[in-house]
C-alpha cells in the first residue's frame, strides 16, 4: 500500500482549542501533517486521510514540541472560529 504525507502551516491569530487536546493553545504557526494512503484498483491516482496530527508547544516544558493526532473536521472547525474571531 502506498501512503504519503503532506505537510502545511496554519497560523491562529488567536488563542485557540481544538477537540482532543484538553488545553488552550496559544495564537501562532502550527505544522499540521496528514497520512493519506493510495486507493487501489483504480485508473487513476486517488488518496484518502488517514491520519492528521498537528505539532503544539509540549504541555509544560519550554521548547519541546509534541505530536497530536487530531480530526480534519476538528481542525477546520477551530481554523473557522479563529477567523470569525478576527471579524468581530
Do not use: K
Not at 503532506?6 to 482532543?20: A, D, K, L, S, Y
Not at 491520519?51 to 508547544?57: G, S
Request: aromatic share 6%; hydrophobic share 45%.
Amino acid at each position: 500500500m502506498t501512503m504519503r504525507s503532506r505537510r502545511e502551516t496554519v497560523t491562529f491569530q488567536h488563542p485557540f482549542r481544538i477537540r482532543g487536546i484538553d488545553r488552550l493553545l496559544p495564537p501562532g504557526a502550527y505544522e499540521v501533517v496528514t497520512d493519506e494512503e493510495m486507493i487501489e484498483g483504480l485508473s487513476f491516482p486517488a488518496f484518502r486521510r488517514v491520519a492528521t496530527m498537528i505539532m503544539v508547544p509540549a504541555a509544560g516544558q519550554n521548547s519541546a514540541m509534541e505530536m497530536l493526532s487530531i480530526g480534519s473536521v476538528d481542525l477546520a472547525d477551530a481554523q473557522h472560529v479563529d477567523a470569525s474571531a478576527s471579524r468581530e
